[in-house]
């Protein structure tokens, strides 16, 4: 699918890797509506982007938001052609602690916005995308790509909540690449290794440098830029679908 003239619906768009997607997608002549919690952050990124950009704060688990976001997304630019699903939260707790067990509500909150958020923007834009015109000779009209994390296949002491969070992202793309294959839907998943985001990029050397330490080539973190070309590419990419791509320099995360 070309990007230009079209239009993606990012989640998480307000900074980090959906703020860099953003950005390369506009470069390449698409629309973007930046979907995310934080007003201030995507008033300021959807200004920073210019026209080809719109913004609408929600929450990505709750179906009433979205929906509403969608409508807006629809109104504004015409349909959704792309969806990238960069909305996530952490949170490390070890599954019994000092304190005893890790509370169920913290494993649920991480479950419920890493991985039913993500399904239920997917599910959404989905049935937006069924209706589009096909764009390519082979009948596609909608691209997903979905963000899970390294943490999918070497979850760390305390990562229980969030490697079954994006282990479910994973698990789950084959599937929904079967069930929207008949309707010209492709599902991608972006599993990233440790990139620059704003809270590395602060972050000091002693938290910095054992993260590059165990990189591989190129011994550095990753550069946003980077997996926004990755995203782009896999829209441009046809026949890429129904996978899972690792995106971090053969980085293999240690228990601790």
Known sequence: MDLNNKTAFITGGASGLGLATAKQFITEGANVMLYDLNVDSLQQAAESLGD?????????????????????????FGSIHIN??????????????????MPLEKFEHIIRVNLIGTFNVLRLCAEVMQVNEPTTSDGERGVIINVASIAAFDGQTGQAGYAASKGGIVAMTLPIARDLAQRGVRVMTIAPGIFETPLLAAAPDEVRDPLI??????????????????????????????ETIRLDSAIRMPAV
């Open 52 to 76: 080809k950009a719109a913004w609408c704060a929600g929450d990505v688990s709750d179906e009433a938001e979205v929906n509403k976001a969608i409508a807006a997304t629809k109104e504004k």
């Open 213 to 242: 330490a165990i990189t591989q080539f190129p011994k550095r973190l990753g550069d946003p830029e980077e997996f926004a070309e990755q995203a782009a590419h896999i829209v441009r990419c046809s026949y890429l679908n129904g």
């Open 84 to 101: 990238v699903n960069s909305a996530g939260i952490g949170g490390a707790a070890r599954t019994v602690g000092k304190n005893g067990a």
